[in-house]
């Protein structure tokens, strides 16, 4: 195996790759992992078939409008069976307004958990960024509910397949009420799920690598390394506070934030 | 149950207590107990407590999460009384050698002004009645052996009732969301784990409406001055010699606890 950082795929194994995870998603199937065929794929592959899936994207005309850290809390490690955090490219197509109905038909297997995003003020250039430093460029933090929706056949797969498939984002949807965080404490928000009216998952904002505001600093880092920054106006979502929660058509989600108020949604 | 048999097994259970030693599931050994059994074997055990000089000074109220509920096959939360034995001051370090097979529990406590009398109580009552909510820990302790209890086994045994330690930080439930306030658990320094308010039936201002409304049944008193430990937001966790624990309530505060020695099992 080799070092997660070096590269092993080829350009056409990329762009290969790349079309593959760009169909499953666009016509919204399953596929088997891409680590079935490359074995030997690491992370730095991983990113290099993300970043293909950006720029064709962007090309087509999609906006990238911001980031999200995935695969950031202990519970959400383990029922994934990786070992670090992950990012991934936010488009305005993924976007989906509050108390809106969301479609399934473009969805595989989608499941809905709830997340701190936030809103830069400043650009953030990483390596070395630390909490400190994402809090004096946040603009405002806000309370998300972010829908993944891995290709992989059974929501299966290993850190390198999930990278590639942009770590399985689908759609988010954000809302409730923006806020300063000089006026909160990120640390210890209260968080609750309901899925038709009962509550599914439970839990508080250090879920979130101890604080949400941690996940933010290690995604500049990562976007550091692929030579890369945090600009001002992105929309970041820290990671799911609460396990990933299924959902079908007909159901209708609530995540209730301690300080943020609610965000919601239903599944048509 | 005959008087007999709850007076015999509530003194089993004190003697259990006292010696810190564990006794056989009673349900094992009387299969046809009933919960009402088992709130009366807990008033002769509690019973024994007083004659030995302590005091009553609140409630507990357990088996409050979906999860616990679903483990246990009921429906509903139970309580336990807290006497004055139990109570440790934020910064004290509990002597495990006082315990048999401990392990801590993060919750919100409530202290009343006034005196709640059910039935009929509901969770707006419990907020004007309430002086104040602190963070707590409850440390659960079993008399039972390997904790293998049934519904009957934990409420004959004061609902599993160990000791606890009030935080310092009080709140007034009038300026804080008592049920999405986060709940984060730290153990020896690292985040162990993470809950809400809201795992607590809902809201624990529910919890405490409950046993306003079982206490009213069962002609308890529920009086002004009382602390009840509203039901875990928390995982059980097991703590061992040199183990130190923090809870933080969003928006209340926190509250710490360090333990030192062997419990007997």
């Given at each position: 195996?080799?070092?997660?950082?070096?590269l092993?795929?080829?350009?056409?194994?990329?762009?290969?790759?790349?079309?593959?995870?760009?169909g499953?998603q666009?016509?919204?199937?399953?596929?088997?992992?891409?680590?079935?065929?490359?074995?030997?794929?690491?992370?730095?592959?991983?990113?290099?078939?993300?970043?293909?899936?950006?720029r064709?994207?962007?090309?087509?005309?999609?906006?990238?409008?911001?980031?999200?850290?995935?695969?950031?809390?202990?519970?959400?490690?383990?029922q994934?069976?990786?070992?670090?955090?992950?990012?991934?490219?936010?488009t305005?197509?993924?976007?989906?307004?509050?108390?809106?109905?969301?479609?399934?038909?473009?969805?595989?297997?989608p499941?809905?958990?709830?997340?701190?995003?936030?809103?830069?003020k400043?650009?953030?250039?990483?390596?070395?960024?630390?909490?400190?430093?994402?809090?004096?460029?946040?603009?405002?933090v806000?309370?998300?509910?972010?829908?993944?929706?891995?290709?992989?056949?059974?929501?299966?797969?290993?850190?390198?397949?999930?990278?590639?498939?942009?770590?399985?984002?689908?759609?988010?949807?954000?809302?409730?009420?923006?806020?300063?965080?000089?006026?909160?404490?990120?640390?210890?928000?209260?968080?609750?799920?309901?899925?038709?009216?009962?509550?599914?998952?439970?839990?508080?904002?250090?879920?979130?690598?101890?604080?949400?505001?941690e996940?933010?600093?290690?995604?500049?880092?990562?976007?550091a390394?692929?030579?890369?920054?945090?600009?001002?106006?992105?929309?970041?979502?820290?990671?799911?506070?609460?396990?990933?929660?299924?959902?079908?058509?007909?159901?209708?989600?609530?995540?209730?934030?301690?300080?943020?108020?609610?965000?919601?949604?239903?599944?048509? | 149950?005959?008087?007999?048999?709850?007076?015999?097994?509530?003194?089993?259970?004190?003697?259990?207590?006292?010696e810190?030693?564990?006794?056989?599931?009673?349900?094992?050994?009387?299969?046809?107990?009933?919960?009402?059994?088992?709130?009366?074997?807990?008033?002769?055990?509690?019973?024994?407590?007083?004659?030995?000089g302590?005091?009553?000074?609140?409630?507990?109220?357990?088996?409050?999460?979906?999860?616990?509920?679903?483990?246990?096959?009921?429906?509903?939360?139970?309580?336990g009384?807290?006497?004055?034995?139990?109570?440790?001051q934020?910064?004290?370090v509990?002597d495990?050698?006082?315990?048999?097979?401990?392990?801590?529990?993060a919750?919100?406590?409530?202290?009343?002004?006034?005196?709640?009398?059910?039935?009929?109580v509901?969770?707006?009552?419990?907020?004007?009645?309430?002086?104040?909510?602190?963070?707590c820990?409850?440390?659960?302790?079993?008399?039972?052996t390997d904790?293998?209890?049934?519904i009957?086994?934990t409420?004959?045994?004061?609902?599993?009732?160990?000791?606890?330690?009030?935080?310092?930080?009080?709140?007034?439930?009038?300026?804080?969301?008592?049920?999405?306030?986060?709940?984060?658990l730290?153990?020896?320094?690292?985040?162990h784990?993470?809950g809400?308010?809201?795992?607590?039936q809902?809201?624990?201002?529910?919890?405490?409406?409950w046993?306003?409304?079982?206490?009213?049944?069962?002609?308890?008193p529920?009086k002004?001055?009382?602390?009840?430990?509203?039901?875990?937001?928390?995982?059980?966790v097991?703590?061992?010699?040199?183990?130190?624990?923090?809870?933080?309530?969003?928006?209340?505060?926190?509250?710490?606890?360090?333990?030192?020695?062997?419990?007997?099992?």
């Amino acid at each position: 195996m080799s070092p997660s950082n070096e590269l092993t795929l080829s350009r056409e194994d990329i762009v290969r790759l790349c079309e593959r995870v760009e169909g499953a998603q666009t016509r919204a199937y399953a596929i088997p992992k891409l680590t079935d065929e490359y074995p030997a794929m690491t992370i730095a592959d991983g990113y290099a078939v993300q970043s293909e899936l950006r720029r064709r994207y962007l090309a087509q005309g999609h906006r990238l409008v911001g980031w999200k850290a995935g695969l950031t809390s202990k519970a959400k490690m383990q029922q994934m069976g990786v070992d670090v955090p992950s990012i991934g490219f936010l488009t305005d197509r993924m976007a989906r307004p509050e108390s809106s109905a969301i479609s399934m038909a473009d969805l595989v297997h989608p499941r809905a958990e709830c997340e701190v995003a936030f809103v830069m003020k400043k650009d953030l250039h990483g390596p070395g960024c630390t909490r400190e430093d994402v809090l004096d460029a946040t603009d405002y933090v806000l309370p998300a509910v972010e829908i993944i929706d891995s290709r992989y056949s059974g929501f299966k797969f290993d850190l390198a397949s999930v990278i590639a498939d942009n770590g399985s984002s689908a759609r988010f949807v954000g809302g409730g009420r923006a806020r300063y965080v000089e006026e909160l404490d990120l640390r210890t928000l209260g968080v609750v799920m309901e899925k038709n009216g009962e509550m599914v998952a439970m839990g508080a904002s250090a879920a979130v690598l101890g604080h949400p505001a941690e996940a933010i600093a290690m995604l500049a880092n990562i976007l550091a390394d692929m030579g890369e920054h945090l600009p001002a106006g992105s929309f970041v979502m820290s990671g799911g506070i609460t396990e990933a929660i299924p959902v079908k058509p007909g159901d209708s989600i609530v995540a209730r934030f301690q300080e943020l108020g609610s965000v919601s949604m239903r599944f048509v | 149950m005959n008087e007999e048999k709850i007076r015999q097994y509530g003194d089993e259970l004190f003697d259990a207590w006292r010696e810190r030693r564990t006794v056989a599931p009673l349900l094992e050994r009387e299969p046809d107990i009933t919960l009402d059994d088992a709130y009366r074997i807990q008033l002769r055990y509690i019973e024994r407590r007083v004659q030995a000089g302590e005091k009553i000074v609140g409630k507990k109220i357990g088996v409050t999460s979906k999860p616990v509920q679903d483990f246990l096959g009921v429906f509903q939360p139970d309580f336990g009384q807290l006497t004055s034995g139990m109570v440790h001051q934020e910064g004290d370090v509990i002597d495990l050698g006082s315990l048999i097979q401990p392990k801590a529990e993060a919750e919100l406590a409530f202290v009343l002004k006034h005196d709640l009398q059910g039935p009929g109580v509901t969770a707006m009552d419990v907020i004007r009645a309430t002086d104040y909510v602190v963070p707590c820990f409850e440390i659960v302790d079993s008399r039972i052996t390997d904790w293998k209890i049934r519904i009957q086994d934990t409420v004959a045994d004061n609902a599993s009732c160990g000791v606890y330690v009030l935080g310092k930080t009080k709140g007034d439930p009038r300026k804080l969301d008592i049920t999405l306030a986060g709940m984060v658990l730290e153990k020896n320094g690292e985040l162990h784990s993470t809950g809400v308010g809201a795992a607590v039936q809902g809201s624990p201002a529910n919890a405490v409406a409950w046993l306003a409304n079982t206490l009213g049944e069962l002609g308890i008193p529920f009086k002004a001055g009382e602390v009840i430990l509203s039901g875990s937001q928390s995982a059980l966790v097991p703590v061992v010699d040199g183990d130190e624990l923090v809870c933080t309530v969003g928006g209340l505060g926190s509250c710490r606890v360090k333990f030192s020695g062997r419990s007997a099992v």
